[in-house]
């Protein structure tokens, strides 16, 4: 019965007041806290609540397509060599993990990671390595992906913290283009523009384990992507979320979610389903307030824990 999920949508709603939309990127606090949507998708039908036409950056969540897609190049033994596979504890832009010259940074789902892995896309300008992943995506999601030029502005004017994360990878040799380039290839793809659909469709990709009839990537690549998702893509409330919700999943600062669920049934939904999610109201480790109270609502009552 759909109307199970409608109230789950419309519980989750009234949780927004415990959030706040982010502001330390000026245009992000223009979102409108108040607002959740959710698509639910697998191979064959989709199912839709909340203002759905809503477009939103996919912020952190380009994290981890970016870690698989610079993986798919280099192979995972070359990306073990620069970034590592540890979750932290620590805040999204936390810096301090990073002064050791041998200390890598810890995972690609944080900004430190995240911006060692931008500079290993391949290509040379910031242009050709975001065109690895708006190709990707506009193969996967048969459309045209934009990036909201707005959102990269105001990230970019205001990206000192993550300016100082870039030097410090630099000076320790964990970055393969320069600060600038990295930066901007870095805060191009967190500006990203997509619907809570195109997260859906993203999720069932992992949730395909990678491989559908038009794109193919290599399961051991796939393992690992997820492997990260489930203990380090919800920030520093990854454990919690592993223990509560028990599905891997990545957040943004936007307020957008992807959680992947590899086999189960959600009403008519069956086999492996991707969730999209948009709530802006976050929490103060970043994570949609809405998005997480509907997952673990969800999971409970379809039984859908990994574990
Ligand atoms: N672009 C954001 C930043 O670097 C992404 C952070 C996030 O979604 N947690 O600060």
């Given at each position: 019965m759909r109307e199970n999920?409608?109230?789950?949508?419309?519980?989750s709603?009234?949780k927004?007041?415990?959030?706040?939309?982010?502001?330390?990127?000026p245009a992000?606090a223009?979102?409108?806290?108040?607002?959740?949507s959710v698509?639910l998708?697998?191979i064959?039908q989709?199912?839709?609540y909340g203002?759905t036409?809503?477009t939103?950056?996919?912020q952190?969540v380009?994290?981890?397509?970016?870690f698989?897609?610079?993986?798919?190049?280099?192979?995972l033994?070359?990306m073990?060599?620069?970034v590592?596979?540890?979750?932290t504890?620590?805040?999204?832009n936390s810096?301090?993990?990073l002064?050791?010259a041998?200390?890598?940074?810890f995972n690609?789902?944080i900004?430190a990671g995240a911006i060692?892995?931008a500079?290993?896309?391949?290509g040379?300008t910031?242009?050709?390595?975001?065109e690895?992943v708006?190709s990707?995506?506009?193969k996967l999601l048969?459309k045209e992906?934009?990036?909201?030029?707005?959102?990269y502005?105001?990230?970019?004017?205001?990206?000192?913290?993550?300016?100082?994360i870039?030097?410090i990878l630099?000076?320790?040799g964990y970055?393969e283009?320069?600060?600038?380039?990295?930066?901007?290839?870095y805060?191009?793809?967190?500006?990203?523009e997509?619907?809570?659909g195109?997260?859906?469709?993203i999720?069932?990709?992992?949730?395909?384990?990678?491989?559908?009839?038009r794109?193919?990537?290599d399961?051991?690549?796939?393992?690992?992507?997820?492997?990260?998702m489930?203990t380090?893509?919800?920030?520093?409330?990854?454990?919690k979320?592993a223990a509560?919700?028990?599905?891997?999943?990545?957040?943004?600062?936007?307020?957008?979610?992807?959680?992947?669920?590899?086999?189960?049934?959600?009403?008519d939904?069956?086999?492996p389903i991707?969730?999209?999610?948009?709530g802006?109201?976050?929490d103060?480790v970043?994570?949609?307030v809405?998005g997480?109270?509907?997952?673990m609502?969800?999971?409970k009552?379809y039984?859908l824990?990994?574990?």
């Amino acid at each position: 019965m759909r109307e199970n999920l409608i109230d789950l949508v419309h519980n989750s709603t009234l949780k927004t007041v415990n959030g706040k939309v982010a502001t330390y990127i000026p245009a992000l606090a223009e979102a409108d806290g108040q607002q959740f949507s959710v698509c639910l998708t697998d191979i064959n039908q989709s199912y839709e609540y909340g203002d759905t036409e809503t477009t939103f950056t996919l912020q952190s969540v380009v994290k981890v397509i970016s870690f698989m897609l610079a993986a798919d190049h280099h192979g995972l033994t070359m990306m073990m060599d620069f970034v590592d596979v540890e979750p932290t504890g620590d805040s999204f832009n936390s810096i301090v993990r990073l002064e050791s010259a041998n200390t890598k940074p810890f995972n690609p789902m944080i900004n430190a990671g995240a911006i060692t892995v931008a500079s290993l896309l391949p290509g040379e300008t910031p242009t050709e390595k975001v065109e690895v992943v708006t190709s990707f995506l506009e193969k996967l999601l048969q459309k045209e992906i934009t990036i909201n030029q707005k959102i990269y502005q105001s990230e970019y004017d205001s990206a000192d913290h993550n300016r100082a994360i870039a030097y410090i990878l630099k000076a320790n040799g964990y970055l393969e283009a320069g600060v600038e380039n990295a930066i901007q290839t870095y805060l191009q793809l967190c500006s990203i523009e997509v619907t809570v659909g195109d997260l859906a469709e993203i999720a069932l990709f992992f949730a395909q384990d990678g491989q559908n009839e038009r794109i193919c990537i290599d399961g051991a690549i796939l393992k690992v992507s997820k492997a990260l998702m489930l203990t380090c893509g919800m920030y520093n409330s990854s454990g919690k979320f592993a223990a509560f919700v028990g599905l891997p999943a990545k957040s943004g600062v936007s307020g957008a979610i992807i959680a992947v669920v590899k086999s189960g049934m959600i009403e008519d939904l069956k086999g492996p389903i991707g969730i999209g999610l948009y709530g802006p109201a976050i929490d103060t480790v970043g994570n949609s307030v809405a998005g997480v109270d509907f997952l673990m609502e969800l999971v409970k009552k379809y039984n859908l824990s990994v574990f």
